[in-house]
């Protein structure tokens, strides 16, 4: 039955701790690209290979090379950054990429477009600010989500701390990211350990999140790891741990699905970093490493049984989890526009667009923020859902931060309460795995959805719409009321039915259905949805009642029926 | 460059398989890969070679200069040889798009136009002017009457261009490739092509037959023996003969080491040929590479700056009996021919002259090779 281990394990047990032959991949000048094997372990130190797909064809007919560019992704636990880290940051954009930023569904920052000989720069660069990049990608545990409550202001700096240990406590330790960029030391062959990951790292990405009830604005669900914070008065009693959640599948491929996460129970702040590490080892133990499309830890509780799973992690922990505590969630968005702390400081969510941060003609958030960064002195906290808070900022700076984010189309205000909560992945061009448009396409689509939404009286209804280019899920499209997953160019996969809270899993409702589709199913539905719901229902609610959509309730049996 | 015995009576009717823009539409140069069709019992060529092309001037710019004189192209005008047509003598026959200082002096006196006069008084002044103008500039601005018979009096012969040969004929048998930067300009309130280069680049039709002939350049030719190492130094079109070397000694099966030293604006939007040498190298024909993109960072590099940074190993290839070869642009060449002084003096410890003669004797023993160009 022994299939032979992945390819991709081969790649990091051959690279001596992720130092693969990066430094001659950088070297060459005749590529824009790296060495195939680099470009695995690349992601590792938080840069992707990417190339621009619309100019694949015509460049070869050039005699070019595809237009290589990285994508790098920060790692910013809890998405919190100070305004001069900010205004780095920003520099770097301008700088050394193509100019824009793009705020991710995982709380940090991503540059596209760098060339191969800017990457040392931008990574030096962050790094002055003491932002890094490693294990933005890679088979590790990937930036740590954080709700990024402004309101409950203490609990939030002890819950974001948190955040910040177990994403220090789950970090690759090789020397390989200081060596490589940062001119560091080298270190001799054999000295470096890696005591959490061993040297193949773990089987796939791993994901990691904390809530802070009653939001779930981090879709704590959908992440391998899951924390959620219970407080009790403003103080925090400790977490309810969730593991197993994820969202990508695989077209036409039965054996994978969504997962929505389980809970292993109740425990004290004390035991969060030996909890985190014991069910990081035991998928590192036990993840499946011959087969990547089932790598990911919901299959391995799948596989071995969530109590077998959780003895384990109890067994490694050297602790027993108690009940996990009740907990209510009542939202999966954001709150935009000006909201008060308990410490009496304001905090102002923004609202931008795909989380795309790029000046056009007329149009500029990207200089918007840098204006704001300079006035600021509180914090920003990029939100899960690709926005970004202004947070801190005391009643008589208030006036001129909201002034400069009017003025350069950073509020919510004119955008309906659809498009407030829409959330697209990148996609076309750059994403190598992208079926179709996300990003581009999204904005033309919601105007088509926000007519339907007139004319069936629903203009104000808030639902939580979301679109991925392929299965893969980058833009959690399986926890949303209605998402378009795509399937091939023009054409999507119709979902419906989440609850927006994110604690129920949609179901593919129609397959391969172009836009005019769609829209016409979308223009029923919405019809249907008017005449029937009731006071204060959700349309993925009344989906439900009305039996269009069956509710995914174990996902591993009744998710392709 | 070796003489073509008649040009005009050697000359073989190619056509025109490809003409492809290998930079990218950003980019600041528009160079064409050109391929032609040849028959190789006729025409054949070695690497190092350059291609003579003839060329007819824009249909566009004959009407333009007529209207401007308002001359009627249907005058007949006798060139030598027989009468043919004004328009046919200026599209076929006549130098339109490169100024000649004697062509300035004569139509200062035929416009008596004296501030011209007076600058053609001045030899350098003369050049300068006679160099960023096509004759059309010159009338346009100093308007004068003039006849048929006058006008193909005072232009010159249109003369063939060259083109360094981009192909082997061991891999192309019966082709021919170019590398074509088409020379287009805006200046004195018009579009300017260069004659040639626009010909091939905008005009020429598929199948339409191109005149053109192997102008041999055994100045310019690859070692007798396989095994010698070559660094190919060139910017811009100056790549174009090392394509043709690279694919001969592929062919041949030759084992010796090559080096590219390549030059130009943007390396996402004129690499030319990036392909090519990374096939090359993947085949193990390609054993070092060194780029400078002019225009991709705030500060330029050129080739030169790439030699000097490499001085010690340029000097270990040297050692390994190395031949050295420069194309493209004169100014190029020369800044490479000071650098290569500058890496003898710093790297090799020689003074000036020693650095002078050692180039003087690579030269003899033809191991340092120049196709320039301006
Ligand atoms: C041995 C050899 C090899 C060569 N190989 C190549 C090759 O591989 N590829 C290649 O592209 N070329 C090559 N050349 C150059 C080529 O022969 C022509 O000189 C070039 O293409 C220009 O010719 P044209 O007829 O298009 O332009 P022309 O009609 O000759 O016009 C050129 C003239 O226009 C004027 N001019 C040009 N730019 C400007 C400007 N910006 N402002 C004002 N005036 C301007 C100048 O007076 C210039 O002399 C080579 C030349 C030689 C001698
Ligand atoms: N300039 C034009 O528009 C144009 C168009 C067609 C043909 N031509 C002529 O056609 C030939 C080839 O043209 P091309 O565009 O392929 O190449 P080119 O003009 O020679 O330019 C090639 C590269 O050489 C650089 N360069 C400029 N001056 C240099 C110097 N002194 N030393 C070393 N490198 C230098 C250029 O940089 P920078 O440009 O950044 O300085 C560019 O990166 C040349 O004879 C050229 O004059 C010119
Ligand atoms: S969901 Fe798919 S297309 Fe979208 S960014 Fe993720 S991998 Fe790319």
Redesign the pocket.
Known sequence: MSAPLHENERIKLASHYLRGTLAQSLADELTGALNPDDAQISKFHGFYQQDHRDLRQERRERYLEPYFGFMLRARLPGGVCTPAQWLAIDGIGRELTSGSLRLTTRQSFQYHGILKRHIKPVIQGINRVMIDSLGGCGDVNRNVLCNPNPVESALHREVHEWAKRISECLLPRTRAYHELWLDGEQVGGGEDVEPLYGESYLPRKFKTAVAVPPHNDVDVYANDLGFVAIAEEGRLEGFNVLAGGGMGATHGDKSTFPRLADPLGFIEPHQTLAVAEAVVSTQRDLGDRRDRVHARLKYTIERIGLDAFRAEVERRAGLRFAPSRPVRFTDQGDRYGWVKGRDDHWHLTLYIESGRLIDGPGHGPMTGLREIARIHQGDFRITPNQNLIVAGVPEARKAGIERLARAHGLLAEERSALRRNGLA???LPT?P??MAE?ERYFPDFMDQVERLAHRHGLADQEMVIRM???P????RPYLAELALV?KGPGHYNLMLGGDGIGKRLNRLYRENLDETAILAEIDSLFGRFAANRQPGERFGDYLIRDGLVRAVVNPAEDYHD | MGKPLDLKHSCYPATLLENRRITTPDAIADVRHLALSIDPKVLSYRPGDALGVWFHNDPALVEALLAELSLDGAAPVSLGDGELSLRQALSERLELTQLHPTGVRAWADLARADDLSELAADAARLRAYAGERQFIDLVAAHPARIDAGTLVGLLRPLQPRLYSIASSQAEFEDEVHLTVSVVSYQAHGRDHLGGASGFLGARVGDRDPVRVYVAENEGFRLPEDGATPVILIGAGTGVAPYRAFLQARAANGDAGRHWLVFGNRHFHRDFLYQLDWQAQRKAGRLHRVSLAFSRDDAEKRYVQHRLREEGRELLRWLEDGAHLYVCGATAMGQAVHRALLEILAGEAGLDPDAAEDYLDNLRRAARYHRDLYA
């Open positions: 992945c990148v996609a994403c795995l992208a996300a991925t280019g392929c893969n899920g980058c833009a795509g």
